[in-house]
Every structure is written in C-alpha cells, then in structure tokens.
C-alpha cells in the first residue's frame, strides 16, 4: 500500500509500504477514508523534531475497519470509524479515569506498532479502546468533521474543558490555528457568553467568528491584555484556552485571566516558562496537556452527526493523497490552516 | 500601645506604637485575644526579605471589636472577631467571586494601613469586608483553633480545595509545617479515604496522624515517590497539596500526582521551575495562590465551633505577648511548630 514517510526536513513522499495485517487478537485494520496534517507534523517537516529517514507520519484519520483480531468486540468490519491520535487499552487506570492519552499502554499512531494516518490502510492496537463507530456510515460530507475528531476539535475541547469553561463565562482563546478555532467553537458550545479570539489572520478571524467568536482581538502582548481588561471591567477573563505553546503566548494567556481563573493549555510547551509568581499572587491555575481525544469521542461525535457543530471547516484545502508534499507545504506557509487528504 | 517590631535579621521587639484609631468610616478597631506566629514571618526574621528597620510584624489574631466606624455594619463593638491576614473591600468582582486574597483594594494585615497581630490593638481597615464574628464571645478553649482561620488553617483549606479534593480520594500533602498540617486536616475533613502526610518529624507526624493522616512516608525525593506508586498500585495521588513551596517539594508533588490530579499549591514559591513538559505529558494540573481566607471564615468557623475540626492543636507553645522574640527563637529553631501569642 501507500502511506506517507518523512526523509528529511521538508521532504515528504508517498512510499510503497507493507500492506498491515492483524498481529494481535485487539488489533484492527482499518482502509482509511481520509486523513489530514497537522500543525504538529510540520516541527517534523520543518526539521524542528529530529527525523528518522524513512519513518512514517500523520496521526489524524478516520475509515472503515476491514478487519479485526479475534478479542475486538466494539467495532466490526463495515464500521466507519475514528481513531484517535493516540492508541489506549480502555482498561487501564488512566483510561478508566478518562486520560487515555496517559493510558499505561498507549501507543501513538503514526508510530512503530500504529500505522500512520496519511495513508491508505492502517493498523491499529487496542481497538476496542481506542476505535469509536458511527452508528451507520455517515454521508461523506460529515467526512471532515468526524475527522477533526481524531485530534483538533477533541484538542480544542480539552483546551476548554481544561479552563473550566462554563455557561455565561468570558473566554479568551490564544492561538488561531486548527486547534485554537476548534477552542472557540467548545467555547461557544458550552455555553460562553462571550468569546475572544485573539487572531491576526483575516480568514482565520472569519472562521473564528463562525465557530462562535464574539470578539477579535488583532494585538498582541501587552496590546492584547489591554484589550482584554478593557472589554471585562478591568478583571480578565474567565477562562482562558491556551493553544500555541510558546513563552509568550502563555504569558499572553496568563497576562488575561482574571484571578481564580484557569488557563487550559493543549500547545505543546516549547521553552515555557511558567510565571509562579504571578499564579501564587492572583490565583490563576493552569490545567490541560496531551488531549484524551477519545474520551470525548462519543460525546462530539453525536454533536457532529447532530449537526450541533461543524469543526470540519477548519479544512480549507483537500488533496488527493498523493499530492500529500504539497499540502505540506500549504500549511507551512499558512496558506491553508489544514489541508484533508483523500486516498 | 505595645507592639512587635522587626530592626534587623533575629531582632523583633515589643515596641511602643501609637494607638490605633479610626480614620475611616469602613475601619474597626480590635483589641487582640491571641495572635500568633507564621513560618512566612521567620522570612523576615532570618533575613530573607528586606526588613525596614521598625516595621510592624505578624498578621494573624482574633479579638474583640472595640470601636467601628459610621459605616460599618456588619460588626460591633464587643463582637470576637478572626481576622484574615488581608484585608479586603468585599464590593470588588474579586471579592465577590471569593478571591479576597486578590481584592482590587487589598490591604496587607501588619502592613500600612492595617496594625499588625502581634500586639494589643489594632486598626483593620474595610472592616465589613474583612472581619467575621462569632454569634457570641466563645470559650477560651476555641481560642487557639479561631485563631487559625485568619491564615493556616485557611490556606491548608486553600490548598485542598485547589487541588479538588474529594471524598475517597487518595491526597498527599507535601509539607509538615503548619499549614501542611491544616492540609491534612482539611483533606481529612472533605472526606480524603486515604491521607498521605510527607513529615519526617515524630511530633508532626503524630499531630499529622491526629488531624487524619492515614499514612505517613518520611522518605524524600525519588524514595517519597516510590513509597507514594506503591500505595497506589502505580498510578500515583488524586489530589496534591504543595505548602512548602521550594523547588524540590514542586518536583515531588508533580512525582506524586497521578494524570489528570491537580497540585493544590499554597507555599510561596521560592525558585520554583514549574516542570511544563510534565504537566503536558501526564495532564497534571496546578493551581492555588494566597488563600483567600475570608471565603472559607464562616464554613470553617462554623466547624471549629461545632468540635468539627481542631486545628488549634497546631500550637505547641503559648507566650506572653512580651515574650515575642523567644517565639520568634523556637519557631527558627524548629523547636516549636506554630507559637500562640498572648497580650
């Protein structure tokens, strides 16, 4: 089959890859309906995460499975089905507890055990733990939607869930990328009364309003802060979504939450320095990390079949798979906020 | 009047001061009962932040309301009143949302504006906002534990409630000073099933097995965290209370905590580096602050009166008001755990 592989930075290719086959009784095979990139992908693409020359990439799909190994009881062959971008055993404490993306067996897809998702065919452990079925296969237009699911929308929401969003709240979310608009529409979703998008980006902006944004917020830094004390009596937000992960985007999140506030953050921290001080004096808390995007799952899922929500507009581009180098490097020039890929 | 000054490093006094008097019509006077010493005072008793020579020192007590000014409403004379080591307006959306420790109008007690503790009498600024009577002049005996609830004993509350303690968790306090014990009790109190006391101590660790420590690990560092995995079968604390604030006992809160717990934090961090990529990878929370105090007076107040709780076991040693300095002594000495004064 085809799948994906990184050899070097900016230089992805589709490569002739073993078909996969069910190894273990949990296993399943699953012929993968569309995939996408993500903005992690491109610190591999970039030359920013060091690459192993030949390795696989893409954790983001969705399909329907082929085959299962004979312990799988949740899905059958025929089931349209999300794969979330970590692997969990479903029985383990953390998964027990909700955290399956710290399961004590987790394997992250894209990664030696788990096919990748940029791909035709994919195999994936624990299925019964980590898969979750559509109650019938959806029409394909709910195709991208269901797919943010795997990773960005359940991201965004983990980032929410994370700050304790609750009805009537104002929320502040930094970042504008996939997972920052999929922040604004859980925002939205749970009932913010108000929430601000801070995004610099016209179409990004466009989205962030349609998902439910009701304030824009084009500064940055102390410009940004102003602008948020401003627009709540001088207090903060509520709540505040943290989706980039650099320094000064958390001191931006921090900078804006009113005291006893929680900053969710989801942007994998690099070079973060998390200002104590100003936690301890204020009594804002920080809360968050790798999304369990599985728990979420059921929940979301029936919001995307409903019609509740429609994170799939955070696809600007779709590609044929083979065209996957190009959607690259589409999405780092920003000149699509995330590009799906049809196999 | 007589009160505690500070001159230089290990040199506290019983001064003479002015009397305290209304200057504002939201000011009370209070005559003191009992005040005490915190571990953050022995900071400036040994020199670790910067003494203005004469200043005033201590900021815990209760007392009996001498004299209020013309708007003050909700205490009067001869009420027994605790006082929260803050002061607070009680009007500001900071105040009203329960954070009195980040009042927009916030008034240190033994700083400008505010009388210390350690004295005869003294002046509380915001009166209505700050001070919470008892329904009548209590008994003698509840002195000790009233007093707690102007400052430990509300922040080990603090750092309970931070860290979301609740019935049948596992909790670890990190901590046996005062505060850690009042975490102790706290945890205990909001119905923890098992209570992790981190003390190697033999009178903390009975005070701590006293206020509702189940276990005890007197082990540091990797050994702490090893003792914590096994009682946990591997999966690590509910809920973590930090009331030590240094690097080290951060790191060994965050050991301890199991994915998605929260490390409630109270202790002022002092070169703390909040581990981010840990926080990321196991979804570990962190929150906390200054304890607002006042938020917790009426529930905790109401505890101590019915025999619910007792945190006034925290006191080891009663003085007399002039004896302050040799307070001052057992306390740095670690002879003494928390020091009762008496005018």
Not at 110 to 117: M, R, W, Y
Not at 199 to 205: G, L, T
Request: charged share 20%; proline share 6%.
């Amino acid at each position: 089959m085809k799948a994906t592989t990184i050899h070097a930075p900016f230089d992805v290719r589709l490569s002739d890859v073993p078909d996969p086959v069910i190894e273990k009784p949990t296993d399943a095979v699953v012929k993968i309906v569309a995939g996408c990139i993500c903005g992690s992908d491109l610190w591999s693409y970039r030359g920013e995460n060091k690459i192993t020359p030949g390795s696989r990439i893409g954790h983001e799909y969705v399909g329907i499975v082929q085959e299962v190994g004979s312990e799988v009881r949740t899905v059958k062959p025929g089931d349209f089905v999300v794969t979330p971008f970590v692997a969990s055993d479903g029985t383990c404490p953390n998964c027990k507890a909700g955290l399956q993306s710290v399961c004590q067996n987790i394997v992250g897809i894209g990664s030696k055990g788990a096919d990748g998702g940029q791909g035709e065919y994919a195999k994936v452990p624990w299925a019964d733990g980590t898969l979750v079925a559509t109650p019938e296969v959806p029409d394909d237009a709910l195709v991208p939607s269901l797919l943010t699911l795997s990773d960005v929308m359940g991201t965004g929401w983990h980032a929410a869930r994370s700050a304790r969003v609750k009805a009537g709240d104002t929320v502040v979310v930094v970042g504008d990328g996939a997972v920052g608009l999929c922040g604004v529409l859980a925002a939205a979703r749970m009932g913010a009364e108000r929430v601000v998008a801070l995004s610099r980006h016209e179409s990004r902006q466009k989205l962030a309003r349609e998902f439910g944004a009701t304030h824009i917020i084009a500064e940055r830094g102390d410009e940004a802060k102003a602008a948020v004390l401003e627009l709540t009596d001088g207090v903060g937000a509520d709540a505040v979504l943290e989706c980039v992960g650099t320094d000064q985007s958390f001191k931006t999140a921090f900078d804006v939450a009113r005291p006893g506030a929680t900053v969710g953050f989801v942007g994998v921290p690099h070079g973060v320095e998390v200002p104590i001080r100003t936690m301890f004096s204020r009594n804002v808390g920080l809360a968050g990390g790798v999304a369990p995007a599985r728990q979420y799952l059921p929940e979301l899922m029936a919001d995307v079949l409903s019609g509740a929500i429609n994170p799939g507009l955070v696809f600007d581009a779709e590609l044929p798979l083979k065209a996957v180098a190009e959607g690259y490097q589409a999405m780092h020039e920003r000149r699509s906020i995330k590009v799906l890929l049809r196999p």
